[in-house]
């Protein structure tokens, strides 16, 4: 028993079990004997021949191979009539015309040379020899086309001259390896631009005649009077006549040929313009080892950046450039880039840095695979399977012996001061019975006067070799175990003086800036008596809200950005005393790394009360430690504190009749969930009362004095209100009518205190919100001073309306801040140069408080929708969601700055 072999490629096609060709009855192909065949993963099965074209085609293929299907359809009738079978590719391969022409062709070729080893006569001789003498005619004609008259010869020409001598079809390939093992290096072979086009070949030597023969006759088709008369094609003059070319035998005039050779030029012009930008995308290097910014643009060759500038702009400068074409337009410069790095995963296996943020965002914010997918088809961000591989990866990187590594985040310079803020990131995903939730400790590393562009950590961010794992398998990272004994109480804190107690002199300058604002939008072009709103409603309003005044009035000092660094997120709840301890120690390693001889770490209450609790049970081990307590949560606190006092006594009827405000949303405002929200209600709310206060006090004046201060204050007031700047807040503030001013409008709000309950109560809510502007502004302009006087204030209120726990806590903070250039005199410098507020943004006046920040920043972009409901329940997944949420936080901000959505550049 012996293989059968199919007569095309020389495989073996059939079972190893001999089988009758055509056998009567059995729907076996009559090629490979098979009855079905799977052919790229598609099964074919046996079809008998039905039609008489295929049945001749059969016998013509069969007739020319020889082969054991010709032997066995030769002795039968009618293939139809016998049912002979076939599988169509079988049938295809057996019949193809080029492999059959190429049999005819050895066949001649194999006759050829078995006559010419028969013994030769005479007269056979004599045939011979015509044919050789033929071939070296052939030869030394294109010898002379070549290296005599210089032309420029095709290879399908030379094709056809050899092949009139040399019996069966010729490949081009075969041409061109006959013309060099004819002629060697003395022919230069040139691919044409189309691609349709066969190649060209001229003589080596004569190559620059050549050229500058092709030019010269070139150009002679572009002269000025070729423009006119493009439209004639039918009356050709007599002077064009010698101007007429010929194109596949039909005369064209010079007018239409120029078209022509102008479509082809523009056609090789684009060609080459392609292959040289596609060897460029390829041959770059620069720009793979980060995502920022930065990184994208410097994986854009220069080339194909300049390309697409002249594409898209109407720059009319053709000068040579080596260097990268700068664009002034935001927006188009964040387009092309975008559409280049596009071009560059295209054309090379790069994988550019837009193309992981967007991907790795867009599922980190969504959690959609659809929406990773199809972007991902379109060309513009990598496929969802890639984003699960980087989360893996990125997991992995920060796992080391078992432990997850804590390394100082890379924007963060060791050699400046920096500080940590840390607080609880509950997720709250929905589950059946509400248990089983996802609470985490966020951290972040803040250090002012330093700006970087990726505001991230960590290596995990640089662009990685594909490692094709998209499981995580580690074991849980076990926290140290803190065993607290019985509570003990914080060390003793020296007595403060009187002075101290009574406030400093930054509160009342606070307070008059307050003042001139209030006036400056009270008044009407510098007249106090004339109010900006009219009793009819209309407004004649040029002085902006609280907010935009004093950022016009700073904005000649604005401060350096912060960096802001994304530390490993604990899986762990900080109202356990192990996660707390934990977070200490590793906030003491960082500093201790960088050499720093304090840590400062902002809590809010709850965390601060329970690391105060630690120090005080391990005060040598944390005795580098200052802890600080946030002043967003205290300022959220005196919201509350505001809205307890005010709230049933006509401050939310207020809000809600008069539109500002819904029931719901001014009943979470006041209730100090709805931060934001509630500064604003309080601030419309006090104005309002103010404006009417203004017009009483005024109307209170004699007329002497009011005249007299309206003479003094009439001329520093309407240049306040026509500019605000620095210099004429502080021409204003300084000035002594303006000081009596407020002297006087201070005594007439005492007298009718005195005077009236009401009137001290609703008077009471001006000064608290006074009280909470102040709280704010301190921490918007870094002002430790002012944020100190303003904590000295609040603390009163929090005793009055039982909050115990900022009652407790916040005296002890305020008590120790008190202290701090005693007991850390260079923790107390840093804070009081501004070490306490985190600028995010080129803006002035927009300075936040720390605890503010951490939300704003780790904790928003780690807050995706139903936290980690969708991805699933299983451990591991949900360690890796918790190792690689700060790091998947910090794609999202960088995707959004390749956008140029990033709040750092968001101007007001």
């Not at 200490?584 to 960088?594: D, E, H, M, T, Y």
């Not at 780690?862 to 969601?881: F, N």
């Amino acid at each position: 028993m012996s293989a059968r072999k199919s007569a095309v490629g020389g495989r073996v096609t059939r079972s190893s079990v001999d089988v009758p060709l055509v056998e009567p009855g059995v729907k076996r192909c009559v090629f490979c004997g098979q009855v079905s065949k799977k052919v790229s993963s598609t099964k074919q099965t046996a079809n008998p021949i039905r039609t008489e074209d295929a049945e001749r085609t059969l016998r013509r293929a069969a007739e020319i191979r020889k082969d054991e299907v010709y032997i066995a359809i030769s002795g039968i009738g009618s293939l139809i009539a016998r049912e002979v079978h076939y599988h169509y590719y079988c049938y295809s391969n057996y019949t193809r015309e080029k492999s059959l022409q190429l049999i005819i062709s050895r066949q001649s070729q194999s006759a050829l040379h078995a006559t010419s080893h028969e013994p030769d006569t005479s007269d056979e001789h004599a045939e011979q020899e015509p044919t050789a003498s033929l071939v070296d005619i052939v030869w030394s004609d294109i010898e002379r086309q070549l290296f005599v008259e210089q032309e420029v010869l095709t290879v399908q020409y030379v094709t056809e001259k050899i092949s009139e001598m040399q019996p069966g079809p010729l490949r081009r390939q075969q041409v061109k390896k006959l013309v060099i093992d004819k002629f060697g290096d003395a022919v230069t072979f040139v691919r044409q631009i189309i691609r349709t086009k066969c190649d060209i070949m001229y003589a080596t030597a004569c190559a620059p005649q050549i050229i500058a023969r092709v030019i010269h006759e070139r150009d002679s088709l572009y002269d000025d009077d070729l423009d006119e008369d493009l439209d004639t094609d039918d009356d050709i003059s007599e002077e064009d006549s010698d101007r007429v070319i010929k194109a596949d035998t039909n005369t064209v005039p010079a007018s239409a040929a120029d078209r022509i050779l102008l479509e082809q030029d523009s056609c090789r012009i684009v060609y080459h313009a392609s292959r040289i930008l596609r060897l460029a995308c390829r041959e770059h290097r620069e720009g793979r080892s980060g995502l920022c910014l930065s990184d994208a643009d410097a994986s854009i060759p220069v080339l194909l950046n300049n390309f697409l500038v002249w594409l898209t702009t109407d720059s009319n400068d053709d000068k040579v450039q080596t260097t990268k074409v700068q664009i002034d337009d935001p927006a188009l410069y964040r387009r092309i880039l975008s559409l280049a790095q596009d071009l560059v995963c295209a054309a090379s296996s790069v994988v550019p840095p837009k193309h992981i943020v967007l991907g790795m965002c867009l599922h980190h914010l969504f959690r959609s695979e659809k929406l990773v997918t199809i972007l991902s088809r379109l060309g513009h961000s990598i496929a969802y399977s890639q984003v699960l591989e980087r989360e893996t990866q990125m997991a992995e990187a920060k796992v080391r012996d078992g432990q997850v590594v804590d390394d100082l985040p890379s924007v963060i310079d060791p050699n400046l001061p920096f500080y940590h803020v840390a607080d609880n990131n509950d997720l709250n995903e929905e589950t059946v019975d509400g248990k089983g939730t996802t609470h985490c400790t966020n951290t972040i590393v803040v250090q002012t006067g330093a700006r970087c562009d990726l505001p991230t950590s960590g290596p995990e961010l640089t662009m990685v070799a594909r490692k094709r794992k998209r499981s995580l398998v580690l074991d849980t990272d076990v926290l140290p175990d803190f065993v607290g004994r019985q509570k003990v109480n914080p060390g003793r804190l020296t007595a403060v003086s009187q002075e101290v107690l009574q406030g400093s002199s930054v509160g009342e300058a606070a307070r008059m800036v307050d003042f001139c604002w209030r006036l400056a939008r009270a008044c009407r072009d510098g007249d106090l008596s004339c109010p900006a709103i009219d009793p009819s409603g209309k407004s004649d309003q040029r002085v902006p809200s609280w907010s935009a005044f004093n950022a016009l009035a700073t904005r000649t000092s604005i401060p350096p950005q912060s960096a802001i660094g994304y530390c490993p997120v604990v899986n762990s709840s900080p109202t356990e005393l192990s996660t707390v301890y934990a977070v200490l120690l590793k906030c003491v390693s960082r500093c201790a790394g960088a050499n720093l001889p304090y840590t400062i770490v902002v809590f809010d209450q709850a965390i601060y009360a329970k690391a105060l609790d630690i120090i005080s049970q391990r005060s040598e081990e944390f005795s580098s430690v200052v802890l600080r307590m946030g002043a967003f949560h205290a300022a959220c606190t005196f919201l509350a504190v505001i809205g307890k006092r005010f709230r049933d006594a006509g401050l939310m009827d207020l809000i809600v009749e008069s539109g500002v405000a819904g029931v719901a949303s001014a009943a979470s405002a006041l209730d100090g969930r709805q931060y934001n929200r509630g500064v604003r209600l309080h601030k419309l709310a006090s104005e309002a009362m103010q404006r009417m206060l203004w017009q009483e006090f005024i109307g209170s004046l004699p007329a002497s004095q009011r005249e007299s201060l309206q003479a003094q204050l009439c001329e520093p007031l309407t240049e306040l209100q026509s500019c605000i700047t620095d210099e004429n807040v502080a021409r204003m503030v300084s000035l002594p009518a303006f000081a009596s001013l407020h002297a006087q409008y201070m005594a007439y709000c005492k007298e009718q205190s005195e005077k009236s309950q009401n009137f001290c109560f609703w008077l009471s809510y001006i000064e608290m919100v006074d009280l909470l502007l102040a709280l704010i502004r301190a921490s918007r302009t870094a002002n430790w001073e002012l944020h100190l006087d303003s904590v000295r204030q609040v603390l009163p209120w929090c005793f009055a309306y039982d909050r115990i726990n900022y009652a407790r806590y916040m005296s002890y903070y305020w008590l120790q801040m008190i202290q701090l250039p005693q007991s850390h005199p260079e923790a107390h410098e840093f804070l009081r140069q501004g070490g306490f507020s985190v600028q995010r943004s080129t803006n002035p006046f927009a300075q936040v408080a720390s605890d503010q920040a951490i939300e704003q920043s780790l904790n928003c972009a780690s807050k995706t929708t139903g936290g980690i409901v969708g991805i699933s329940r299983h451990p591991a997944t949900v360690q890796r969601w918790v190792l690689t949420a700060h790091d998947r936080a910090a794609v999202s901000d960088l995707c959004l700055e390749h956008c140029g959505l990033d709040k750092q550049t968001e101007e007001r």
